[in-house]
């Protein structure tokens, strides 16, 4: 089992920034990979960035040159830094983890809400 909780959410003007943080716990692989996704209301689950142990990111098309996703191996720690935010980037941010296992873990979300 892989425990994920996500912090710094909050409320922001356009334009603004917020620094995400999920922190992993309990079986964790040395080879994974971690990522955000994001729901806002009454649409669906969408990637917004992922990295790998390896330092490999990988980014939406509407987030790259304004997010910039990083992880701290050793304490388990992802970030995702969001600057220049839309309110179109409003949502329900996930952490998301999975390695070899054919199974992919949740944390239970943080609101971020951008005011226009």
């Known amino acids: 089992q892989v425990h994920l909780v996500e912090s710094g959410g909050g409320l922001v003007q356009a334009g603004g920034s917020l620094r995400l943080s999920c922190i992993a716990s309990?079986?964790?692989?040395?080879?994974?990979?971690m990522g955000w996704y994001r729901q806002a209301p009454g649409k669906q689950r969408e990637l917004v960035a992922t990295?790998?142990?390896?330092?490999?990111?990988n980014y939406a098309d509407s987030v790259k040159g304004r997010f910039t996703i990083s992880r701290d191996s050793a304490k388990n720690t992802m970030y995702l830094q969001m600057n220049s935010l839309k309110p179109e980037d409003a949502g329900v941010y996930y952490c998301?983890?999975?390695?070899?296992?054919?199974?992919?873990?949740w944390g239970q979300g943080t609101q971020v809400t951008v005011s226009s």
């Open positions: 998301s983890y999975n390695d070899h296992r054919p199974i992919d873990y």
């Open positions: 990295i790998t142990t390896g330092g490999i990111t």
């Open positions: 309990g079986s964790i692989f040395s080879i994974n990979r």
